[in-house]
T-cell receptor, first 113, second 112 residues
Framework: DVKVTQSSRYLVKRTGEKVFLECVQD?????MFWYRQDPGLGLRLIYF???????EKGDIPEGYSVSREKKERFSLILESASTNQTSMYLC???FGTGTGELFFGEGSRLTVL | KNQVEQSPQSLIILEGKNCTLQ??????????LRWYKQDTGRGPVSLTI?????NTKSNGRYTATLDADTKQSSLHITASQLSDSASYIC???????????FGGGTRLMVKP
């Protein structure tokens, strides 16, 4: 089975702290994504990557950056966390080009105080 | 603007009953439509995928339909179980690149 693992299920950080969210997939997928999910707003795409060292902005990239140094790992970075970044963060991966099935991790619930 | 609208936003049904969730989209050009199930506190999991030429697809007690002319899809759940309590998300793919448009989801609660 495809497994997408997110490093932390729950995090509590303070305003201004740097936050790293790690995501690892074990199926050699080319594509990896970071979404945030908020009540009433659904899933919104932050960043995605089609290949190692490659990244593309999604719909809401402001305040975030990403890193993909290895094919299996995609990290989301909040350089200076703010309270409006309190959310559920979901990592996903997919195979090949086009619009294949997304395989999601369990999510990381971040609270910024 | 590409949009995906789901209805109802939330639904409560009794165990054993059937229900139907709706998804209307304006995404164009259309590639495919997926329904995902998201249990509370977990990541979404794909239930079905439907392409332009498909009208109906089943996955156990879940049956998805697609009307590409009216740009509507439905997810029918038969003989609901407590484990069906979840959010159901409709995701439509553009026929270009890797662009996905997500619906807001329907939150289903099945009560005993």
């Amino acid at each position: 089975d495809v497994k997408v693992t997110q490093s932390s299920r729950y995090l509590v950080k303070r305003t201004g702290e740097k936050v790293f969210l790690e995501c690892v997939q074990d199926m050699d997928h080319e594509n990896m994504f970071w979404y945030r999910q908020d009540p009433g707003l659904g899933l919104r795409l932050i960043y995605f990557s089609y290949d190692v060292k490659m990244k593309e902005k999604g719909d809401i990239p402001e305040g975030y950056s990403v890193s993909r140094e290895k094919k299996e790992r995609f990290s989301l970075i909040l350089e200076s966390a703010s309270t409006n970044q309190t959310s559920m963060y979901l990592c996903a991966s997919s195979f090949g080009t086009g619009t294949g099935e997304l395989f999601f991790g369990e999510g990381s619930r971040l609270t910024v105080l | 603007k590409n949009q995906v609208e789901q209805s109802p936003q939330s639904l409560i049904i009794l165990e054993g009953k059937n229900c139907t969730l709706q998804c209307n989209y304006t995404v164009s050009p259309f590639s495919n439509l997926r329904w995902y199930k998201q249990d509370t506190g977990r990541g979404p999991v794909s239930l079905t995928i439907m392409t332009f030429s498909e009208n109906t697809k089943s996955n156990g007690r879940y049956t998805a339909t697609l009307d590409a002319d009216t740009k509507q899809s439905s997810l029918h759940i038969t003989a609901s179980q407590l484990s069906d309590s979840a959010s159901y998300i409709c995701v439509v793919s553009l026929n270009a690149g890797n662009m996905l448009t997500f619906g807001g989801g329907t939150r289903l609660m099945v009560k005993p």
